[in-house]
């Protein structure tokens, strides 16, 4: 199962369209996650379109989505457990209230947002990811968007952006924020040629 997560789209006040690079990979999802900031429900509308979507809210959605969605989910990928949050919150830094979010249930990856800084880290066996906004980066020097494949083993991926679509590298777990060629190539690749399995991603 190929999951394609975002976060933080903020949609229609950054962008009006989602981003291309974001849109060759929703093509091929099996299922979407969004993890909040959404910030109106006809951009759930557009990722429907693709793939189903397990969405949640964040601090900046509007009263309609508020009501709409819940602010946690369990995603059942499979054997795995994915939850979802956005993770705003007032104590603790965001990766600590997301983790903290599903304290005592059993996940094997938590998806959050809100930060817009992507991360990817195992905490107590427990995949977090965060994947950045494919929309408003803030100071990140990218957009990107999290990726999760969910088969024999659950793996994870951030795929970084720039503004005119172009990936520039992904990070698998463990390596955070590297760069590395390999991966460059294959997720060209994955979008070129929608065959997924060369990249250095680890099982859990
Ligand atoms: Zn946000
Ligand atoms: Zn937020």
New binding site residues.
């Given amino acids: 199962m190929r999951i394609v997560a975002t976060?933080?789209?903020?949609m229609p006040k950054r962008v009006k369209t989602l981003p291309y690079a974001l849109q060759a990979m929703l093509e091929k999802a099996d299922h979407i996650i969004h993890a909040?900031?959404i910030?109106k429900s006809d951009i759930l509308d557009m990722l429907a379109a693709f793939a189903p979507v397990t969405a949640v809210a964040?601090?900046?959605d509007d009263a309609a989505l508020r009501e709409m969605l819940v602010e946690r989910r369990i995603l059942r990928a499979g054997r795995f457990r994915i939850g979802v949050c956005?993770g705003?919150g007032t104590r603790g830094k965001t990766l600590e209230r997301a983790l903290d979010a599903f304290n005592g249930q059993h996940v094997d990856a938590v998806v959050f947002?809100?930060?817009?800084i992507p991360y990817l880290g195992i905490h107590d066996g427990v995949l977090a990811l965060n994947p950045g906004?494919p929309t408003?980066k803030r100071l990140s020097p990218y957009y990107s968007y999290g990726m999760i494949e969910a088969g024999e083993t659950l793996s994870a991926r951030i795929v970084y952006f720039d503004e005119y679509g172009h990936i520039i590298a992904s990070s698998c777990y463990p390596d955070i924020y590297a760069c590395c060629e390999p991966c460059m190539f294959c997720v060209t690749e994955a979008v070129r040629s929608g065959v997924w399995g060369y990249c250095l991603a680890m099982p859990l």
Avoid: M
């Fill in positions: 976060a933080d789209t903020h909040g900031d910030t964040g601090n900046a956005h705003h947002g809100h930060s817009h906004s408003d």
